[in-house]
């Protein structure tokens, strides 16, 4: 009798295919159970104030009563979570910020008076967020470790105040400081490590908390680590142009965290012999830089290691360089770019349904773009990037990125929180824009406004959509303009494109464009190299969970940015410089227009912050021969205060010693965008008359309206 082997091998595998089919249930059972219970989790914070607190003698005087909030679309525990939601920032090590003095003083830099001098908005404690931390700061735990780190809502919830009543809006663009509470940041941290009785009672109070450290030798060492880790970020990212409040130049910044864990130890060889002093000669012989080197790794260098080749640079000891401050900073030159471009934090809304954003448009919000376009966000606020190299063998993250062919390459290992970026972008699709409230504005004049709408769809509708607000189905088009032709500040926008670097591992691989591949040169557009290292970090589970749950986890977060994402692909609309094989990134030198629906709540504008009212917006900038008793933007104003201004519509622009906001200098330019004024001309081509007094006024009423 013949014995038919493949029934023998059917037969043979049925209780391993059973087994195999029953843990694929269990996989999906405990998956949706994860699910719901999260839903069901993310609900339980349902304070009736949202954790707002009132604040008495605040900065530049002022106060105000327990903010309310409008209608956004998000119940109390929609805002709280998305407050408390972290998703893989650390900045610093939880148990050290928590006890953290102030420089001059023994108050807590915590404390909820320096919190509102940054502009950061102080809460009490809540479910979610049991210690008070402030509206999008999160403790955040990775590899057993307690972190301090940055959620979305840090530089996205903003705060409107008028005659002693505060406005809580959800999404809106953040008056926060982050330079100014980073560098007060840096001066407490080396305060503590320098004086002795406040180093003791720091080290007392870290050990009393029994959290992550048990000795004094541990928090001494990490007091020592963390020092040194804010001030070089600092040093790195250091600007000639002023932030001041409510601005920052983040892509500047991710740039330069990006390059600093890309460099690999040959560029950096290269690159330190290259480095000039201003009479001509090398700063560092070559035996200097194989001293300075030693013993680094040579395809990633680590954040511990680019901090000892810091110290060694600086070393007075023999064979080291001893480099001064002046010389230091020319070889951060030769690595870094200066984020010299700072703007203003985009508003939330909308966004998810919108088919490019960023000011410049630079990420394509179609598939994977927000989960790529998320996770370079969490790199520049502090991502921790354990980036390090490996041997040969398939890697999903080095075939996406180009490495398969490497000798080594990089593993995108890191703290950033792929599930939970997937969740924060799918909650901000239910996020409205703010309506006016009258109730604590003052009323709208609707004939007014109903004649200033006839003007905005003369002059601002052909770039400026009009739509509705609570659209479930809508689709936000961003109409992009050629940054000459908008005439705004070009900083931004030429620095996106044009800012180069060295590539490290990325060096001679394949990366693709809107025109075709291209293959990376060791200095390259540092926009290349991001995208790259997005990638890389997307196509990489998270550390921090089992064997099989990262590997389910990030196929279900995958599997949700694609199939929930309604926006596809398609061309930028507008009138910019096409991308071509020379040129693969012309379309990014322009600026994109969106909706103005809740524009009312997003001062100072342009977008840099370099106009503080929309009356302001709709007049000239002062040219030579210009007449003297015209009206013209202000050229000199302040920013800092929240106390609104329902007239002009923005923010207390003088009349306190707040930030001194001049537009002398790329980067803080405020000319452009003169439509109104009969200076810029439309799409079409056509420029149209200047504006009376009376239609402005007009036309800041319909826009109070949007």
Not at 559 to 583: H, M, W
Request: with cysteine; charged share 25%; glycine share 8%.
């Amino acid at each position: 009798m013949l014995i038919n082997p493949s029934l023998f091998s059917m037969q043979y595998h049925k209780p391993k295919l059973k087994w195999l089919l029953w843990l694929l249930f269990l996989a999906v059972v405990a998956m949706a159970l994860t699910f719901a219970g999260g839903k069901i989790y993310q609900n339980w914070d349902n304070d009736p104030d949202r954790g707002a607190i009132a604040i008495t003698d605040g900065a530049f005087g002022e106060s105000y009563s327990t903010p309310v909030y409008l209608d956004q679309g998000w119940s109390r525990s929609d805002s709280l979570w998305f407050y408390n939601t972290t998703q893989g920032s650390g900045l610093m090590p939880y148990d050290l910020f928590v006890v953290l003095e102030q420089a001059n003083s023994e108050e807590r830099f915590r404390s909820d008076a320096n919190i509102d001098y940054y502009r950061y908005l102080p809460q009490k404690p809540t479910f979610f967020n049991p210690d008070g931390l402030p509206v999008g700061f999160v403790k955040e735990t990775y590899r057993g470790k307690d972190y301090i780190g940055f959620t979305c809502a840090a530089c996205h919830t903003a705060q409107v105040n008028y005659q002693g009543q505060a406005i809580r809006i959800d999404g809106g663009p953040a008056m926060a400081d982050m330079v100014g509470f980073l560098t007060g940041l840096e001066k407490a941290l080396i305060t503590t490590r320098e004086e002795e009785e406040k180093r003791e009672r720091f080290v007392d109070e870290v050990l009393a908390l029994r959290n992550d450290y048990r000795q004094r030798e541990q928090v001494l060492e990490s007091l020592d680590k963390w020092s040194e880790n804010v001030q070089l970020y600092n040093t790195i990212n250091h600007s000639r142009v002023d932030y001041g409040y409510g601005r920052l130049d983040a892509f500047g910044r991710i740039y330069n965290r990006v390059l600093q864990h890309v460099l690999n130890q040959e560029q950096l060889g290269k690159l330190l012999r290259r480095v000039e002093s201003p009479t001509g000669r090398y700063l560092l012989t070559p035996e200097q830089v194989d001293l300075v080197l030693d013993g680094v790794n040579a395809t990633v260098i680590r954040d511990d290691e680019f901090q000892l080749i810091t110290r060694r640079l600086q070393s007075q000891e023999e064979g080291y360089p001893g480099l001064n401050q002046r010389d230091m900073l020319r070889i951060r030159n030769a690595i870094f770019n200066e984020p010299n471009a700072p703007v203003s934090y985009p508003f939330l809304w909308d966004i998810t349904h919108s088919d490019y954003v960023q000011w410049n448009g630079i990420a394509n919000n179609a598939g994977m773009g927000p989960l790529g376009r998320n996770a370079g966000e969490v790199i520049g606020v502090f991502a921790l990037l354990d980036w390090e190299a490996r041997s040969p063998r398939f890697s999903l993250s080095a075939h996406l990125t180009g490495q398969s062919n490497k000798r080594k390459r990089i593993s995108f290992t890191s703290s950033i929180d792929l599930v939970n970026l997937q969740r924060l972008e799918a909650h901000l699709g239910r996020l409205q824009s703010p309506q006016w409230p009258e109730e604590i504005l003052g009323e709208i004049d609707r004939e007014k406004a109903q004649r200033g709408e006839r003007i905005y769809g003369q002059y601002c509708q052909s770039c400026h959509q009009l739509i509705e607000r609570d659209a479930w189905d809508r689709i936000i088009v961003g109409k992009m303009l050629d940054i000459d032709k908008a005439g705004t500040d070009p900083a931004m926008a030429e620095n996106s494109v044009q800012y180069r670097g060295w590539s490290g591992n990325f060096a001679g691989t394949y990366q693709s464009t809107g025109v075709g591949p291209l293959v990376l040169e060791e200095e390259a557009p540092v926009v290349q190299i991001l995208t790259a290292a997005t990638t890389g970090v997307v196509a990489t589970p998270d550390p921090d969970k089992g064997f099989i749950r990262r590997r389910l986890d990030w196929l279900y977060t995958l599997g949700l940015s694609f199939f929930e994402n309604e926006i596809k692909y398609s061309v930028r609309s507008g009138d910019y410089r096409p991308d071509t094989t020379a040129e693969p990134y012309n379309s990014l030198l322009s600026y994109k227009a969106r909706p103005l629906n809740g524009i009312w709540a997003t001062a100072p504008y342009l977008h840099n912050g370099s106009v503080p009212t929309l009356y302001d917006l709709l007049l000239p900038v002062k040219r030579p021969g210009d007449p003297e008793d015209g009206e013209y933007r202000p050229d000199d104003f302040m920013v800092g205060s929240r106390e609104f201004d329902p007239v002009k519509v923005g923010f207390r622009s003088d009349g306190y010693d707040g930030f001194r906001f001049r537009t002398l200098r790329r980067g803080d330019w405020n000319t452009g965008h003169e439509y109104a004024a009969g200076r810029t001309p439309q799409l079409n081509g056509e420029t149209l008359p200047a504006l009376s007094a009376k239609e402005r006024w007009e036309l800041v009423e319909f826009l109070k309206t949007l």
